[in-house]
């Protein structure tokens, strides 16, 4: 799926990689690279070589996206899919710093959430 919605936003998909890690070990990769000091539920880096070929990489805290879930009442598959098309759609070009930009890539989310479901049965 991740694939996916490389193809359906234009954009060549070289590689991406996906870490599952903890509270812990994301707040030290946000304090040590991006300087802020508070917890997320993920970070995404693009260490793309070649201009037009993504290549990313993306962190994710298993124990934020929990959290998430229960406090959203959503399940924890349903928002770990929702951060890995997240951290997807950043390479891809959406931001997240206004509320306009927070609104539209919540939109892809949900719609490549959706497509995923149809596309694999699942729920």
């Not at 812990?24 to 880096?45: A, G, P, S, V």
């Amino acid at each position: 799926m991740v694939e996916e919605i490389f193809t359906r936003e234009r954009i060549m998909l070289q590689r991406m990689n996906y870490v599952f890690c903890t509270d812990e070990r994301l707040l030290e990769i946000n304090k040590r690279y991006l300087h802020h000091d508070y917890l997320t539920d993920i970070i995404t880096f693009d260490l793309s070589e070649k201009k037009g070929q993504v290549f990313g990489e993306s962190y994710i805290s298993i124990e934020r996206v929990s959290e998430n879930a229960i406090k959203l009442k959503s399940p924890l598959s349903k928002e770990i899919w929702r951060v890995v098309f997240h951290g997807a759609l950043h390479l891809c070009g959406y931001a997240d710093k206004t509320e306009k930009e927070k609104r539209q890539i919540r939109s892809k989310e949900d719609y490549y959430i959706s497509l995923f479901e149809q596309t694999f049965h699942v729920k």
